[in-house]
């Protein structure tokens, strides 16, 4: 059981570049989101799904791009890098929207130069 | 909106003395409300979470805290903090009718002096 899994650990882009983050969860959960962690901000939600087929915006989704295929993946998309999404990005899952708690993978480190 | 709120950047406490730190939220419906804890260079480590029941929540490596719905504040609380408790905290929420979009909170590092 390997929780919520993501790849790559750390990436550099040049801007303009486009690359996917990925995310994948073994544990059945209906309900996958994204978040980036930027100094003094906190957390903050980009786009969520509530399963497959399902997705919608959170707080900071300009520039991002999500989909939701399976149950177990949920892919974030940077279509066109830019500096301003340099930040560490961190993808959770849930079981029951959060009744029992949400996972968190170990994050990416994303620098745009 | 919704939002979560940690007043204090950083809390410094002695090791042995007792830790709080404070969270306050303003969510729509009952509240979801969770602590998470943050070593350098990880990911988040979940703590304890108020979905309902008791007020006083009980939670991983001794903490615990206590949900206060008068005052919309659910605060983490430790009764002897250890050296290995400096670590970034953040309150995290969301309300019953927002279930998943988890609000979170600026974050708060607790140092714990020798």
């Known amino acids: 059981n390997a929780g919520v899994t993501q790849t790559p650990k750390f990436q550099v882009l040049k801007t303009g570049q486009s690359m996917t983050l990925q995310c994948a969860q073994d544990?059945?959960?209906?309900?996958m989101s994204w978040y980036r962690q930027d100094p003094g901000m906190g957390l903050r939600l980009i786009h969520y799904s509530v399963g497959a087929g399902i997705t919608d915006q959170g707080e900071v989704p300009n520039g991002y791009n999500v989909s939701r295929s399976t149950t177990e993946d949920f892919p974030l998309r940077l279509l066109s890098a830019a500096p301003s999404q340099t930040s560490v990005y961190f993808c959770?899952?849930?079981?029951?929207?959060?009744?029992?708690?949400?996972?968190f993978g170990s994050g990416t480190r994303l620098t745009v130069v | 909106a919704q939002s979560v709120a940690q007043p204090e950047d950083q809390v410094n406490v002695a090791e042995g003395n007792p830790l709080t730190v404070k969270c306050t939220y303003s969510?729509?419906?009952?509240?979801?409300l969770f602590w998470y804890v943050q070593y350098p260079n990880r990911g988040l480590q979940f703590l304890l979470k108020?979905?309902?029941?008791?007020?006083l929540v009980k939670g991983s490596y001794g903490f615990e805290a206590e949900f206060n719905k008068s005052q919309t504040s659910f605060h983490l609380k430790k009764p002897s903090a250890l050296v290995s408790d400096s670590a970034l905290y953040f309150c995290a929420g969301h309300g019953s009718s927002n279930t998943g979009k988890l609000i979170f909170g600026q974050g708060t590092t607790l140092q714990v002096k020798p």
């Open positions: 108020y979905i309902t029941g008791d007020n």
């Open positions: 544990m059945n959960h209906e309900y």
């Open positions: 969510v729509s419906g009952n509240p979801y």
């Open positions: 959770a899952s849930s079981y029951d929207r959060g009744s029992h708690g949400y996972t």
